[in-house]
């Protein structure tokens, strides 16, 4: 078992930055792919992006790539997600994702959310016009 915890969301103009945090803890000596998921109001969950185990493969959604990046430090436990250019319809939940692997599966990428097994309780991002 796996314990995510989000941070650093928060309020921001359009055109603005945020970094967000995940931190993990429990059964971290298990290896885990990771991703982060946002749900805005009204709509479903929807994948913003991937990375392997060992961070070689990262992937993002179209809607945000070129202006988010994913990435991790496994000696620190912690997943982020730098957000740049930032617009309104990027306002939603955010949600950090972990899914256990074995090592073979070490450079490999999850987008769906059915495939991860644990989340966090989400954080905020709202970006206002």
């Known amino acids: 078992q796996v314990q995510l915890v989000e941070s650093g969301g928060g309020l921001v103009q359009a055109g603005g930055s945020l970094r967000l945090s995940c931190a993990a803890s429990g059964r971290t000596s298990s290896s885990y792919a990771m991703g982060w998921f946002r749900q805005a109001p009204g709509k479903e969950r929807e994948f913003v992006a991937a990375i392997s185990w060992n961070g070689a493969n990262t992937y993002h959604a179209d809607s945000v790539k070129g202006r988010f990046t994913i990435s991790r430090d496994n000696a620190k436990n912690t997943l982020y997600l730098q957000m740049s250019s930032l617009k309104p319809e990027d306002t939603a939940v955010y949600y950090c994702?972990?899914?256990?692997?074995?090592?073979?599966?070490?450079?490999?990428?999850?987008?769906?959310?059915?495939?991860?097994?644990?989340w966090g309780q989400g954080t905020q991002v709202t970006v206002s016009s």
């Open positions: 994702a972990a899914h256990r692997i074995s090592m073979l599966q070490r450079t490999s990428l999850y987008y769906s959310d059915y495939d991860y097994d644990y």
